[in-house]
């Protein structure tokens, strides 16, 4: 018997080996020169806009009383000679003004007296006086009712000036006391800038130094201004010190939230383009090329002027940076330049 043996070939099957992921691919980029150039550093703080000091008027009644009229709202614009409000003397300060005048009125009628018994030798010289004195005690008490304004019913009030009802804290009906404010005009065109600045950064500053103010609305062109005054301590609500800068007539408005940049002194430093830095959680960095490769450098930002950034960290002058293409990169993977 003769034994027939088949063979089938064997296909070994081995395990395909993959390529590292930033080996395997590449991204385009385009990429420039690191450059040194001079820049001046800047700081960056936001606010908001307020009316400058001396260009407010406070309103407020030397006497209780309520409003009986509210001819405006807050934020309103006014004219001079507009009216505001109207308010009514409280029904018991408008007594103690007619008891003050009731006062008066017995006191002089009883000196009259006196001093008729005192002619004829029938009061005495002390009589005399205590009766000049309760007059004056009565006339001094009715002249200050009548400065409080006690005496007066209604009374009507009306803007002083072109400007803003920056303030209003009061409603139509409210009863106020005495020397509360119910509202607050703010002359037009005399604004400004109230920014935080942190404490440590104090040092930096001086007056006079140029302030760009930018609208955090939009994308209008910055207002060049300059520092007018640093607060000497902290704002109990921010915790940080107050700067001002004054603005411009018709740019901003009361209220409106505000961005500062405030020009440092200038220095020589590595600038890029804004598009080379990327951020994430671990911070600011960008990419430079080495062999085709993408080197991972975290930097920090240490000034800014438009499209461009100055900026400090480990970088190699001699290596490009990425300026396009950036955010496909990883740290060692592959490019290749698109540069013309």
Do not use: C
């Not at 062109?221 to 107050?242: C, E, F, K, M, Y």
């Not at 009361?254 to 002194?265: C, F, Q, S, T, W």
């Amino acid at each position: 018997m003769k034994i027939l043996y088949i063979l089938f070939p064997m296909i070994l099957m081995l395990p395909a080996v993959a390529a590292p992921e930033n080996a395997a691919r590449s991204v385009l980029i385009k990429s420039e020169p690191l450059l040194k150039k001079t820049m001046g550093k800047s700081l960056t703080a936001y606010g908001s806009v307020m009316p400058s000091t001396g260009a407010t008027e406070n309103i407020s009644f030397p006497r209780a009383g309520q409003i009986t009229r509210l001819d405006v709202s807050a934020g309103q614009v006014v004219k001079r000679g507009q009216a505001l409000l109207e308010f009514s003397t409280d029904p018991n300060a408008a007594a103690l003004y007619h008891q003050a005048e009731t006062t008066a009125v017995f006191a002089r009628g009883e000196l009259k007296r006196i001093e008729d018994l005192t002619s004829h030798q029938l009061a005495t010289q002390s009589q005399l006086s205590a009766a000049k004195k309760a007059l004056q005690d009565a006339e001094a008490n009715l002249a200050a009712q009548k400065k409080i304004g006690a005496g007066v019913g209604a009374q009507k009030i009306a803007a002083s000036f072109d400007g803003v009802v920056s303030q209003l804290t009061v409603q139509q009906g409210d009863r106020v006391a005495a020397g509360a404010a119910v509202m607050q005009l703010s002359r037009a065109g005399q604004l400004r800038a109230t920014l935080g600045i942190e404490p440590e950064d104090i040092a930096r500053l001086r007056l006079g130094m140029p302030v760009q103010v930018f609208s955090v609305f939009g994308d209008q062109a910055p207002v060049l201004s300059r520092l007018l005054q640093i607060h000497g301590s902290l704002n109990p609500l921010t915790h940080l010190v107050d700067i001002e800068v004054e603005l411009q007539a018709g740019v901003f408005l009361a209220g409106m939230p505000v961005r500062g940049v405030i020009a440092l002194d200038k220095h020589e430093s590595w600038v890029v383009p804004r598009s080379a830095v990327l951020h994430d959680e671990q911070g600011s960095f960008l990419f430079q090329i080495k062999n085709q490769h993408a080197v991972r450098i975290p930097v920090t930002i240490e000034a800014e002027s438009g499209d461009s950034l100055a900026v400090s960290g480990a970088l190699d002058h001699s290596l490009n940076v990425v300026v396009s293409g950036n955010y496909e990169l990883q740290d060692g993977m592959m490019v290749r330049e698109n540069n013309p």
